[in-house]
């Protein structure tokens, strides 16, 4: 079941012009386990009524190049019973919101589209779209069961909805729980998801009905996210930009799950390895400023997942990139469709692994607790008076400190470049890829300007330069599963090929890798 929680700012338009605020969690569940989580103990124990059934129909309306979605928008027309009503939403966070997206809503006559009525109050990013270019795009059959749970810190509003997308001659299924809260605490949303994972597994999803439908109509894999600029003001104190910087890595983790679950674009893997290891990065130096234990708890339950993921993104590389390189240049060298046969069933092997993690409940207790961690901005709870202090400093000072003390281990672990080990350089490699996220994080904080971009840019090309170093040194292991006694003369030809192109390439790197050294080892410091 996936989890999906939101804060959603709606702009009724027949309520006038103020604007409210809906806090929702909504998780998406198998469609025979549906009826057993919605009845369970967690749920009736709080339940005040059986609650009220009804059938919920929506047809997505776009303009045929998709002005809307690529805008960041989308607009649906729902029927509810007799009543009709056109609702558009953000795609994307509103005011650097954790789980938020902008809604505005007006009442229509009938199932087709009016966006005229709602001119007055879209933003200004809104697409001028005429209203005869809008087509149908897909539509939503919904049976929704509504009932009121009553906690002792919220009272929550649940929805049980089960369906299905239609898009031309496809479907897929609607099998959701959607917690909204009326009053009271948004943890408590947090709490009672704890609390019904421990029913199954659950996968913890920002992925709405309308990204789901797009791709359906347009037979799609999930869209990847990659990480974006730090939004966090220089003014701002250390505990809002940690509480930014946090939030901003759990949503990059969470928007780009999808993807890597289904499995067809391999940037999904890589991107959900990304945002953990920045997870990881910004965890450890809470864990060691503040003192914060659950940060070192966090960082490990990160480290653990992405572990889960190494295999699957060795595979893709080695299938993407490194055969398709060797065998362009050399398409003689040997079997190279009975490597990729042989390799694609290792990934195959691989991505079972990342799916069985993301499934596992300690994946989703990370996810949601962290989410937690994050709402209530736990880390201040039990922290000493310096800690405190630091917190509610301005986090420019404590952004170069940070800074300060990475980029002198990366220049500790690179002293004596050219002489390194196969594991130092590794070691060299971690060290400055934890630089380059806290570089992201951290440098727009501290320092901006022509010598912030050089100093990030050099550090760049250096991580890309150590990251082929060390792609060509797991080649020889992804080799060896392959190249058994069993495997064709063939499949072990192309091997041979492989490990001669990447011995040249290497001897070239090597230079390269020196010239990238020297050069971001004589770098001015920009803090």
């Known amino acids: 079941m996936t989890l999906h929680l939101e804060h959603t700012a709606s702009a009724k338009a027949s309520g006038g012009n103020g604007a409210s605020t809906e806090t929702e969690l909504k998780l998406i569940v198998p469609a025979d386990r549906l009826a057993a989580l919605s009845s369970s103990d967690v749920i009736e124990r709080h339940a005040r009524n059986r609650g009220t059934v009804r059938q919920l129909n929506a047809v997505y309306y776009d303009t045929p190049d998709r002005a809307l979605w690529r805008a960041g928008f989308v ?57 005869e270019t809008l087509r149908p795009i897909f539509a939503t059959e919904v049976r929704r069961r509504a009932r009121m749970l009553d906690l002792p810190d919220a009272s929550i509003e649940l929805a049980v909805d089960e369906g299905r997308i239609v898009a031309d001659d496809r479907t897929a299924p609607i099998s959701e729980l959607e917690f909204e809260l009326e009053s009271g605490e948004p943890t408590a949303l947090y709490d009672l998801a704890l609390d019904l994972i421990e029913h199954g597994p659950a996968d913890v999803s920002l992925r709405s009905k309308a990204a789901r439908g797009f791709d359906l109509a347009l037979d799609r894999p999930p869209a990847y996210v990659k990480p974006g600029k730090s939004g966090v003001d220089r003014k701002a104190s250390l505990d809002d930009a940690l509480a930014s910087i946090l939030g901003a890595s759990l949503r990059h983790l969470l928007e780009n799950k999808p993807a890597a679950i289904d499995g067809r674009d391999p940037e999904g893997v890589h991107q959900v390895r990304v945002a953990l290891r920045r997870l990881r990065a910004i965890l450890k130096v809470m864990a060691k400023a503040i003192g914060a234990p659950e940060a070192a708890v966090f ?23 490194t055969i398709y390189a060797v065998e362009r240049s050399c398409p003689e060298g040997g079997d190279f469709n009975a490597l990729r046969d042989a390799a694609s069933r290792q990934r195959e092997g691989g991505y079972a692994k990342a799916r069985a993690a993301l499934a596992d409940p300690r994946a989703q207790r990370f996810q949601l607790m962290l989410a937690r961690w994050i709402e209530r901005r736990s880390w201040g709870f039990a922290a000493p008076e310096q800690a405190l202090s630091t917190l509610k400093a301005p986090a420019g000072g404590f952004a170069a400190t940070v800074l300060e003390a990475q980029h002198r281990k990366v220049l500790k672990r690179g002293k004596r470049f050219n002489r390194m080990s196969t594991e130092q350089r590794h070691e060299l490699r971690l060290a400055v890829k934890k630089l380059r996220y806290l570089t992201d994080f951290l440098l727009p904080i501290c320092a901006t300007g022509k010598k912030a971009a050089a100093y990030a840019k050099s550090l760049s090309r250096l ?4 990251g082929r170093y060390n792609d060509m040194a797991t080649t020889a292991s992804l080799l060896q599963a392959v190249a058994n006694d069993e495997a064709p003369r063939g499949l072990h030809a192309a091997c041979g090929a492989i490990r001669g192109w990447q011995a040249r390439d290497l001897a070239e790197l090597e230079t390269g890798l020196q010239a990238l050294w020297d050069k971001f080892r004589d770098h001015k410091k920009p803090w």
């Open 299 to 321: 960082g490990r339950d990160a480290r653990w997942l992405a572990s889960q993921h190494g295999d699957a993104r060795n595979w893709d590389v080695f299938l993407c990139e």
């Open 463 to 466: 991580q890309d330069g150590l």
């Open 75 to 131: 607009l649906r027309v729902r029927k509810k019973g007799s009543r009709y009503t056109m609702t558009v939403k953000s795609t994307g966070p509103v005011d650097n919101d954790l789980l938020g997206r902008g809604e505005w809503e007006a009442s229509v006559p009938g199932i087709e589209p009016a966006i005229a009525m709602l001119a007055s109050q879209l933003p200004q990013d809104f697409p001028d779209v005429a209203q």
